[in-house]
């Protein structure tokens, strides 16, 4: 048994049914491998356990996929068995030993070769030709005493390669065993709940959709599949029981409108930003959100975002640039949401807001600049921006209000920004008047002291310290 594979069950029984492979095998002969088991039962017979545990390793596609998986460990594991097992440690530091002391020894016998005088009776071109030809024959039997040595290094490093390569390819057979179950799994499902999705993905193949609508079908997986519905424009996928959205959706790049409501949503795949024609979000209501992608901010498209009833913890900060959006709907994620981005107020489009039943206390300073707002909904906030009486006169007063507060905000900043300036100007004022006055001091005192004369009596308040 290969001693690298002691640790990876799953490469070893694939690698153990290589000779059993007929039409799904890669393109290639493998040699016999005395390490392995024959082909066919008794391979089974060696690996019992791993089989039992994982039932879906007898599903031949599956086998396939992972004999694909694994050809470069496959191709290298043959090459080593050729070349022999890895070099001990002693052989390794000896190896690197050797080399060190003829790499010594060379550089040694170039400077002597360099240093060397040319003697009076020989031409100087002649002379160098003599020394490249000796400078040649010195390294080639330099490279011929290392050659051994660094063949030890190369072996040693290919093991240590190998050993690597070994550890990805059982992650990757493991990953192609747990997708294939998942698919197993949902495809069980899905024939035993409603053979009719599968169907609409064998008539999607054969014409263009634009509307599938799988709304309570209790689906607890979505075929990646879906994604290739080029032409579709409206998706529902609400009443199921999806944890996740595939990132094959990003497919759909003409899709308008995705409903996936009342699933078990925990978050949306980043590729959904890829959706740029899409304006209905995308009721997402209903779910486990804690947050909400940033790329959903690049779909300049989307007029309608509904995601109450979530885990939210708050909104991408760059919101704002969804300025075709008219409609948003954050109501009842309760404790989680607690404030808005400053963006919200570059929603210049947005007509209806609710952000109800939150543990929102102030609204963004830039909320006032929202001209198009209509339809607000504050309620069940522990509000103190703006204030009770404000929010009780409506929508109106309460633009009116976060208008007012963000032009004193930005007279308040152009204040303090002016008054900085002037203290610096100020400043350097009084620094060049001070100099200046020194300056003249120091000129006057002169003057005053020759007028006088050296000998002169002085006046005793000049000599005053000042």
């Given at each position: 048994m290969d001693p690298h594979l002691k640790s990876y069950p799953l490469l070893s029984y694939v690698l153990s049914r290589l000779p059993s492979m007929s039409s799904s095998k890669p393109h290639y002969d493998p040699p016999s491998d005395l390490e392995q088991p024959p082909p066919a039962s008794s391979s089974s017979a060696n690996h019992p356990s791993i089989v039992d545990e994982m039932p879906n390793l007898s599903h031949p596609k599956v086998l396939a996929s992972m004999t694909h998986a694994i050809f470069d460990v496959a191709q290298t594991r043959s090459v080593l068995q050729t070349l022999g097992p890895r070099p001990?440690?002693?052989s390794v530091d000896m190896a690197r030993s050797k080399l060190a002391e003829i790499n010594s020894g060379l550089s040694k016998s170039l400077e002597e070769l360099v240093l060397s005088p040319r003697p009076a009776d020989v031409d100087q071109a002649e002379w160098r030709a003599h020394l490249a030809e000796k400078e040649q024959r010195i390294r080639q039997e330099a490279e011929k005493e290392m050659s051994m040595y660094k063949s030890i290094l190369q072996l040693d490093e290919m093991h240590e390669a190998y050993e690597k390569l070994v550890k990805q390819a059982e992650e990757r057979l493991i990953k192609i065993y747990e997708k294939a179950g998942e698919v197993e799994e949902s495809l069980e499902q899905i024939e035993e709940t409603d053979p009719e999705v599968v169907g609409i993905l064998e008539e999607a193949q054969g014409k263009g959709l634009e509307r599938v609508d799988l709304c309570g079908r209790k689906l607890r997986f979505l075929p990646e599949a879906f994604g290739k519905i080029s032409?579709?424009?409206?998706?529902?996928?609400?009443?199921?029981?999806?944890?996740?959205?595939?990132?094959?959706?990003?497919?759909?790049?003409?899709?308008?409108?995705?409903?996936?409501?009342?699933?078990?949503?925990?978050?949306?795949?980043?590729?959904?930003?890829?959706?740029?024609?899409?304006?209905?979000?995308?009721?997402?209501?209903?779910n486990k959100l804690r947050s909400?992608?940033?790329?959903?901010?690049?779909?300049?498209?989307?007029?309608?975002?509904?995601?109450?009833?979530?885990?939210?913890?708050?909104?991408?900060?760059?919101i704002g640039r969804l300025?075709?959006?008219?409609?948003?709907?954050?109501?009842?994620?309760?404790?989680?949401?607690?404030?808005?981005?400053?963006?919200?107020?570059?929603?210049?489009?947005?007509?209806?807001?609710?952000?109800?039943?939150?543990?929102?206390?102030?609204?963004?300073?830039?909320?006032?600049?929202?001209?198009?707002?209509?339809?607000?909904?504050?309620?069940?906030?522990?509000?103190?921006?703006?204030?009770?009486?404000?929010?009780?006169?409506?929508?109106?007063?309460?633009?009116?209000?976060?208008?007012?507060?963000?032009?004193?905000k930005l007279a308040e900043e152009e204040r303090e920004s002016m008054m900085e300036v002037n203290e610096v100007e100020e400043t350097g004022w009084l620094t060049r008047s001070a100099s200046m006055l020194k300056s003249y001091a120091s000129v006057?005192?002169?003057?005053?002291?020759?007028?006088?004369?050296?000998?002169?009596?002085?006046?005793?308040?000049?000599d005053e310290a000042r």
């Open positions: 001990d440690h002693e032409g579709l424009l409206s998706f529902n996928l609400s009443g199921n029981q999806l944890e996740v959205i595939p990132d094959s959706l990003a497919g759909l790049q003409k899709l308008e409108e995705l409903n996936v409501s009342s699933n078990l949503l925990e978050s949306l795949p980043d590729s959904i930003g890829l959706l740029q024609n899409l304006k209905i979000l995308l009721s997402v209501y209903l909400l992608p940033t790329s959903i901010c690049k779909m300049r498209s989307l007029h309608f975002l509904d995601a109450h009833f979530n885990e939210l913890r708050g909104l991408p900060d760059e300025t075709n959006l008219e409609v948003l709907n954050v109501r009842c994620n309760f404790s989680d949401l607690t404030e808005l981005p400053e963006s919200l107020g570059e929603l210049t489009n947005l007509k209806e807001l609710d952000i109800s039943n939150n543990q929102i206390n102030a609204l963004p300073d830039s909320f006032g600049r929202l001209d198009k707002l209509t339809k607000l909904n504050v309620d069940q906030n522990p509000l103190v921006v703006p204030p009770k009486e404000i929010v009780d006169q409506g929508v109106d007063a309460i633009k009116m209000f976060m208008a007012e507060r963000w032009v004193d006057v005192g002169e003057t005053v002291s020759t007028y006088l004369g050296s000998a002169g009596p002085r006046d005793p308040v000049l």
